[in-house]
Nanobody, 117 residues
Framework: QVHLVESGGGLVQPGDSLRLSCAASGMIFRAYTMGWYRQAPGKKRELVAAVIGDSGTTNYTDSVKGRFTIFRDNRNTVYLQMNSLKVEDTAVYYC???????????WGQGTQVTVSS
């Protein structure tokens, strides 16, 4: 089975930056489309960024375009560089492999990102 472990979150001020990491056991990310999701209190999870397994093409939801960058190493880690953070980015961030409207793996614990002045 695949285990996903997210890390790198924290408490920051608006305009600050964070880099999140997602490490997996039992897989090599290059073979999969991988994404970062976030879930704010009382809201459902939303996919905010994805990197296509074969081509490396990236996609972002409009609210993070120009501020977030998803990238991966050649083995088992995918990253989310978050710049110019806004209060609305506050959420628990998760990684997974999107497959249409579904996802491939079990959810990890997520990592908390809190943006507050």
């Amino acid at each position: 089975q695949v285990h996903l472990v997210e890390s790198g979150g924290g408490l920051v001020q608006p305009g600050d930056s964070l880099r999140l990491s997602c490490a997996a056991s039992g897989m090599i990310f290059r073979a999969y489309t991988m994404g970062w999701y976030r879930q704010a209190p009382g809201k459902k999870r939303e996919l905010v960024a994805a990197v296509i397994g074969d081509s490396g093409t990236t996609n972002y939801t409009d609210s993070v375009k120009g501020r977030f960058t998803i990238f991966r190493d050649n083995r088992n880690t995918v990253y989310l560089q978050m710049n110019s953070l806004k209060v609305e980015d506050t959420a628990v961030y998760y990684c997974n492999a999107p497959r249409g409207s579904d996802y491939l793996f079990a959810w990890g614990q997520g990592t908390q990102v809190t943006v507050s002045s």
